[in-house]
């Protein structure tokens, strides 16, 4: 598989999104194919590459028409590339976008590419409605009839129940429990406070706003649908209005998870552009940071540990990979899916008994300095459509390490099913 016999560096040029708005709001006419492909198209004219042909275009989003199934190809081919640039669907949970970066990203280091996309997209507000299976058979029955009589017998057996639409959900099949129903049990577990959690969501918003103000997200972020901010980003947030706000998923004393300190159903798109250093170089393009370790876990969610805990493996496992502590880091950009999981799993990484028990460690990783936490906003503020956040992320920290001109990142990412998805960044030297 590999060309030279070693793996090169992964350089990451930069990346752009569309803003990020709350399901049923400003995208609410908007599909997924439409999202993406802007998304795409601004990417092109931002780094020059109109009529160029790309190794692949990894793309995805978590809840999808199955008209869709062509997704990435269908955009790539009205994003602006050259036609002959392929295209791959993908999906991870929460974590998809990260997931086709990696993907894109090992077949660069493996030299069987030059250069390609990774992204995702995701659209709550045009999600597929579909009719119960008794209606499917009705219908199908039909169809397969070779005859008058038995293409008309199926529909005896139509019932007015056939007629009830059934919504997409976030809740896992084999536990029955939404993500928020899943991340309040782990808040209890870990006795993550109410005051912590909001806290953390009102610096997710404080920071977010900052970081627009300053114009951070100046290049990272193009106007859609003349929208040219997050939508869900609260710049009057206070601490005692996200205090009056009830719980949601366990609406009992105990409930301490409100709309507040959770990620809103997100719309929304975002992409990056990964090369080999010699292809930037060829074209011109500036190299801000490189991809250099990687790493997914799973949990057994099921009936052992929370749902949105496998983080936590996969980050120890990388850092024993890398040879690097928990405190080796300059930015931290931890997913905010909720703020009682990124809570949690700061504290898991704390835990003597968490970190021997269930990471086989000698004693805790520690804790990390928090101002280097999620430092633009996170999705608490940002807002979350599923397949978008990873890439969301690794642009923000590639600006992130390119503008300090040193050190490294560290990104984890929480999904459904008990998975997570993780990432190692380095800046690369000014030139």
Known sequence: MLHDGRSRRVAVVGGIRIPFCRAHSIYARCSNQEMMTATLEALVNKYDLKGQTLGDVALGAVIKHSRDYNLARECVIDSGLSLRTPGVDMQRACGTSIEATIHVANKIALGQIEAGIAGGTDSVSDAPIVYPDGYRSVLLSSYRGRSILQKIVPWFGLRPSHFIPELPGVTEPRTGLSMGESAEITAKLFAVEREHQDQLALASHMKAAAAYDAGFYADLVVPYMDVEEDNNIRRDSTIEKLAALKPVFDKGEGGTMTAGNSTPLTDGAAAVLLTSEEWA???????????????????????????????????????????????????????????????????????????????????????????????????????????????????????????????????????????????????????
């Open 281 to 431: 170089q060829q074209k011109r393009l500036p190299v801000t940071a490189y991809l250099t370790f990687c790493k997914v876990a799973a949990v057994n969610f099921i009936g052992d540990e929370g749902l949105l805990m496998a983080p936590t493996y996969a980050v120890s496992d990388m850092l024993k990979e890398a040879n690097l502590t928990l405190q080796d880091f300059d930015f931290y950009e931890i997913h905010e899916a909720f703020a009682a999981q990124t809570i949690a799993t700061l504290m898991a990484w704390q835990s003597e008994e968490f970190c021997r028990d269930k990471l086989g460690r000698s004693t805790p990783m520690g804790p990390i300095d928090l101002t280097k936490l999620n430092l633009k906003g996170g999705s608490l503020a940002i807002g979350h459509p599923f397949a978008a956040t990873g890439a969301r992320i690794i642009a923000t920290m590639a600006k992130l390490l390119h503008e300090k001109g040193s050190g490294r990142g560290l990104i984890s990412v929480c999904t459904a099913g008990g998975m997570g998805v993780t990432a190692i960044m380095e800046a690369a030297p000014q030139s």
